[in-house]
């Protein structure tokens, strides 16, 4: 993973901030990085503004309190990291944060995910943040595995048609493999393709192919699919312990299945729609992974996606 400097860890301060921050301030140790947690809570409603500030004051207290138990759980002091805390009262919460990881040049956004932790896939603001956010995006869950058993899924589709998706490609199982380093050591690889030949050639066209000439194309594309995956692990140079899961599968049903089943608890995924052109645009896939999977998320963006929100 890269070496962060400055990160925004988001909250509500309506709920037990634990996990997040948990991840948060060992992140932000390990990389010497600066940190502010941005509580974002909505404006008091016409005829309460005098309570504002009493309001405001107590959800800094309450996450400072927070901060000072999960320093003390990493043993670390104040002076060692210093944890800044601001309070942010408005609508749009997602785009009032963007608008600071604009303004303030921040490189990562670490936040609980919205709702009940144990919900699957991820609400508006969540959701919001993972299409529009131009950093990089970690959405916690609780983790109830010690650290050296937590295990590390990427989701990697090869077939990449411009560079900007390649490159993303590169990154994602770079920074995967880094976080698999500091958990469990296995790094675990997912890449399907949906190569439904059962739907389009034996079911639905009157075509004279026998099952096991159509067996034999099929083989013959999953051997190019899986040659093109390991063209693109060889050139993000990783090592390790790897886990492959290369499978003839729907990408939206197979991913959050696997996980499910393998109980991984971390998955690093793209979220890529079209790449190159102002104002990103999740894809169909991406959306309906995201809806479907139950563990923390750290999603990356292709490096030439430009946020629709301005500063």
Not at 190 to 218: G, K, M, Q
Request: one cysteine or more.
């Amino acid at each position: 993973m890269k070496n962060f400097h400055n990160i925004l860890y988001v909250s509500h301060a309506t709920g037990d901030e634990t996990a997040g921050l948990l991840q948060a301030l060992a992140i932000a140790r390990n990389n010497s990085a600066a940190i502010k947690v941005l509580v974002v809570c909505p404006e008091m409603p016409e005829g309460f503004e005098e309570f504002n500030q009493a309001c405001t004051g107590a959800l800094e207290t309450r996450v400072r309190e927070c901060v000072a138990v999960v320093r003390e759980q990493l043993n670390l002091t104040e002076e060692q990291l210093n944890v800044d805390v601001e309070v942010d009262c408005g609508s749009r919460p997602a785009e009032r944060v963007i608008k600071r990881v604009l303004s303030e040049s921040c490189d990562l956004v670490i936040k609980n995910v919205e709702g009940h932790t144990h919900d699957i896939g991820f609400k508006a603001m969540d959701m919001e943040l993972l299409r529009k956010c131009p950093c990089p995006v970690w959405l916690c869950r609780p983790i109830s595995r010690s650290h050296s058993e937590i295990d590390v899924a990427v989701a990697v589709d090869p077939e990449c048609a411009e560079e900007s998706a390649r490159d993303l490609a590169v990154q994602l199982l770079c920074w995967a493999r880094e976080l698999a380093d500091t958990c469990s050591g296995e790094l675990h690889v997912i890449s399907c393709w949906d190569y439904d030949v059962d739907t389009y050639l034996r079911h639905n066209f009157p075509i004279s192919a026998s099952d096991e000439e159509l067996d034999r194309a099929t083989e013959a594309a999953s051997a190019k699919h899986r040659a093109k995956l390991d063209a693109l692990i060889q050139a993000s140079g990783i090592g390790g312990k790897l886990d492959i899961h290369h499978e003839i599968a729907s990408p939206d049903r197979f991913i959050p299945m696997l996980i499910d089943e393998k109980k991984y608890n971390i998955l690093v995924m793209g979220t890529v729609g079209r790449t190159g052109i102002p104002g990103f645009i999740m894809g169909n896939t991406a959306e309906n992974i995201l809806q479907k999977v139950s563990c923390s998320l750290l999603a990356l963006k292709p490096g030439d996606f430009i946020s629709p929100i301005k500063s």
